[in-house]
Nanobody, 121 residues
Framework: QVQLVESGGGLVQAGGSLRLSCAAS????????MAWFRQAPGKEREFVAA????????NYADSLKGRFTISRDNAKNTVYLQMNSLKPEDTSVYYC??????????????WGQGTQVTVSS
C-alpha cells in the first residue's frame, strides 16, 4: 500500500506561483504513474496532470497546459506540481494519486488527503 501526503498549498494572489509536493511512503513509488486532481467547492473532482513512472511522459488538462508542470523525483519518493500564473478559478483542494497500470491514464488507486490552494483576486 502507498500512503501519500500533500503539502505546499496556501493562499496566493492572482498571478503568483505555488509548488505542491506529494510525498509517498514505501519502496514501490517508482512503480506507479502519478497524477494530480483538484476539487473546487460544489464541483466534481477533475484531472489536472499525470506523469509516467520514469517521468519521461506527462499529460495535462487542456485548460492548464502552459501554466502547470508535473514532475517527480523517484529517489525522494515525491511528485510535484508547479503552478504558475495562478487564477482565482484555480482555487481548489489539490489531491495527488497513485494510479493503476503501467502507463498514464489508469484509475486512481491511492489518494492523498489533499492540500488547499486559494487564489485571491
Amino acid at each position: 500500500q502507498v500512503q501519500l501526503v500533500e503539502s505546499g498549498g496556501g493562499l496566493v494572489q492572482a498571478g503568483g506561483s505555488l509548488r505542491l509536493s506529494c510525498a509517498a511512503s514505501g519502496p514501490t513509488f517508482s512503480s506507479y504513474p502519478m497524477a494530480w486532481f483538484r476539487q473546487a467547492p460544489g464541483k466534481e473532482r477533475e484531472f489536472v496532470a499525470a506523469i509516467s513512472r520514469s517521468g519521461a511522459s506527462t499529460n495535462y488538462a487542456d485548460s492548464l497546459k502552459g501554466r502547470f508542470t508535473i514532475s517527480r523525483d523517484n529517489a525522494k519518493n515525491t511528485v510535484y506540481l508547479q503552478m504558475n500564473s495562478l487564477k482565482p478559478e484555480d482555487t481548489s483542494v489539490y489531491y495527488c494519486a497513485a494510479t493503476s497500470g503501467a502507463i498514464i491514464g489508469g484509475a486512481p488507486r491511492y489518494w492523498g488527503q489533499g492540500t488547499q490552494v486559494t487564489v485571491s483576486s
